[in-house]
């Protein structure tokens, strides 16, 4: 019986998409789950009989990928997903939005299963569709990532000439040390942010084939929501006016940061439901366009000695 504590996840970047370097030297990831995998379709017969059973049944396209999800830390291995998902290069520290499409392939190990069990899971042309970061007041900041991909193999034995890295221990960051702006301002009453990265991906099947092409990548969508105390209608006044604003927040461990800045947006929705005798909460939806000062519509900033 496989334990999730006795359980590995490794990747590795690929030259070619789909295809696995020789000899490869795996980074183990550090994540708080995981189901990266394969799922397929059900094809069920429609024909009719006079006996009311179900003809046939068969499965349809493999449907490689699931998430992944963790805690935000200054890791390099989580530094190379943010690449990736963006689709740009970390520039002086700074990463935005970009068109280049970056591939994996990944490797689960399930170590308490015997040697004579498939305990190793590969799959290739890993290509991250979303990412989601989430800072809520107390808690340690948190992101989730989606993967889709297209091969799927399992095996006794770890790919041939495969070298395994160790995980970094970097300290994880919080909610609490950073900071928040809104409109150029520090704002102090707001509880959580989440923000949503989506690369409009869709995987491209063809008769012949079960498994997809490359697949199709559409414009980085960068939406989310803030929570905040109801005590100015500052922000609301700002959907109500369709309003410009920006939005940055830092999230820290003491000594290394991340700044994600969303230099050009908009609110979408917001106002302040009463559902108790506590505290008025505001959700604010927004939605980030390009800012031709900025050029993107996300930025994000790495700080080390902060």
Not at 14 to 20: G, S
Request: glycine share 8%; charged share 20%; with cysteine.
């Amino acid at each position: 019986m496989a334990d999730g504590s006795r359980h590995s996840l490794f990747h590795i970047p690929e030259a070619a998409y789909a295809v696995t370097p020789t000899t490869p030297e795996f980074k183990k990831c550090r994540y708080v789950t995981c189901t990266l995998g394969i799922t397929k379709d059900s094809l069920k017969s429609s024909e009719l009989r006079s006996d009311r059973q179900i003809a046939d049944f068969r499965l349809g396209q493999n449907k490689v990928g699931g998430a992944i999800t963790g805690e935000l830390s200054m890791d390099p291995e989580l530094q190379t997903f943010l690449e990736a998902t963006l689709g740009g290069t970390w520039t002086e520290n700074v990463l935005k939005v970009g068109t280049t499409r970056r591939s994996f392939s990944f490797l689960r190990h399930f170590e308490d299963m015997a040697n004579t069990e498939k305990a190793w899971m590969l799959l290739n042309g890993g290509e991250f569709s979303t990412l989601s970061i989430t800072a809520s007041a107390g808690k340690i900041a948190t992101y989730s990532a989606d993967v889709i991909g297209k091969g799927f193999a399992i095996a006794t034995a770890a790919p041939t000439g495969a070298t395994f890295d160790a995980a970094s221990s970097v300290p994880v960051m919080d909610a609490f040390t950073g900071t928040i702006s809104e409109g150029g301002s520090a704002i102090a009453v707001v509880t959580e942010v989440q923000m949503k990265l989506d690369n409009g991906m869709d995987r491209k099947f063809v008769l012949g084939s079960k498994d997809t092409l490359h697949p199709q990548q559409g414009v980085s969508d960068v939406s989310g929501s803030i929570s905040a105390y109801f005590e100015s209608t500052a922000l609301f006044e700002k959907f109500l006016a369709e309003s410009s604003t920006s939005l940055s927040f830092q999230l820290s461990n003491g000594s290394s940061s991340y700044t994600f800045s969303l230099p050009n947006l908009k609110y979408t929705s917001g106002q302040p439901d009463v559902s108790s005798a506590g505290a008025v909460l505001a959700t604010m939806n927004f939605q980030a366009v390009l800012s031709p000062t900025d050029g993107t519509q996300l930025s994000i900033t790495r700080a080390t000695g902060v």
